[in-house]
Nanobody
Framework: VQLQASGGGLVEAEASLRLSCVIS????????VGWFRQAPGKEREFVAA????????YEADSVKGRFTISRTYAEKTVYLQMDSLKLEDTAVYYC????????????????????WGQGTLVTVSS
């Protein structure tokens, strides 16, 4: 299973970006997917997650109301819509997949995910 994250870039504060995470090499779409980010000098932190069927979503308090996670079942793609971006959102964003699909081991924990993408850089300027 491979994950390809894309959509990062350089934007000004209050702008929007949409990140995409494409899952390939999987026989089914039954994977829970999470987005994490890591800023320079900081630990990786949870951003948002979604179950395989989109029935449940989870967001970090720092992005609630600004970021929205969604997915298309057929395309095996998960999106992270980021609105009202702030300087503190600058980081490398990673998507990760969890085999069970229901995130039962904890949506917010990196250890719950078996597969990781390579990351895409988001830079927010003033």
């Amino acid at each position: 299973v491979q994950l390809q994250a894309s959509g990062g870039g350089l934007v000004e504060a209050e702008a929007s970006l949409r990140l995409s995470c494409v899952i390939s090499g999987a026989r089914s779409s039954k994977y829970g997917v999470g987005w994490f980010r890591q800023a320079p000098g900081k630990e990786r932190e949870f951003v948002a997650a979604i179950t395989w069927n989109g029935a449940y979503t989870y967001e970090a308090d720092s992005v609630k109301g600004r970021f929205t996670i969604s997915r298309t079942y057929a395309e095996k793609t998960v999106y992270l819509q980021m609105d009202s971006l702030k300087l503190e959102d600058t980081a490398v964003y990673y998507c990760a997949a969890e085999k069970g699909g229901y995130l039962r081991n904890g949506a917010r924990s990196p250890s719950a995910y078996e597969y990781w993408g390579q990351g895409t850089l988001v830079t927010v300027s003033s």
